[in-house]
């Protein structure tokens, strides 16, 4: 993996001093790191995803759907808190995955007003074999870490999710992948 290094933030930190001595410098580097990391993820899982016919957004829904396990099916409502993505970006993506043949939109059994999304057969299959590649990209990329290394990760993220869940308000009111904990806000 080829990398480039820049001054470290070295000249921003300078800069913020300058521009706005109040504010700590600590927490503009968290700021700007996390923009960055978050978009050079989404980069990375474009990447994978479109090996598989994907954008980022419907496999993240194809995959909550497989791992909500069977019937495979859930609202469009929970699918977009998920994936905090605003309900008419949801309506473009299930459209999207509607008209290739991989989810179905019907009614609700017990509430014939709502609708419920549900992998098809063949949706199953694709988001089986997109969130393997995500994965085993992701395994690749950490290979060198060890298990200490990876749970040290994975806790400082869960740590940022939960502060960033609670700053923007987001009810998350179930996991988004099996053995995660839910969370409820009051709102």
Not at 105 to 116: A, G, V, W
Request: aromatic share 4%.
């Amino acid at each position: 993996m080829t990398r480039t290094r820049t001054d470290g933030g070295r000249n921003t930190e300078k800069a913020l001093r300058a521009l706005l001595p109040d504010r700590d410098p600590e927490i503009a580097r968290l700021l700007f790191s996390l923009t960055r990391l978050g978009r050079i993820n989404e980069h990375i899982l474009g990447q994978v995803t479109s090996r598989y016919g994907l954008d980022t957004s419907e496999s993240a829904v194809l995959s909550i759907l497989w791992l909500a396990g069977p019937p495979h099916r859930l609202s469009p409502t929970v699918l977009s808190r998920r994936l905090v993505q605003t309900s008419g970006g949801m309506t473009s993506t299930l459209r999207r995955l509607t008209n290739r043949g991989l989810v179905t939109r019907d009614p609700d059994p017990e509430d014939r007003r709502c609708l419920l999304v549900a992998l098809t057969g063949e949706g199953r299959e694709v988001a089986e074999e997109s969130l393997d590649g995500i994965i085993r990209s992701y395994e690749a990329m950490f290979a060198d870490l060890d298990d200490g290394e990876r749970e040290q990760i994975a806790v400082a993220l869960r740590m940022l999710l939960d502060r960033f869940e609670a700053q923007a308000g987001l009810v998350i009111s179930a996991p988004l992948y099996p053995g995660s904990r839910t969370r409820k806000s009051s709102k």
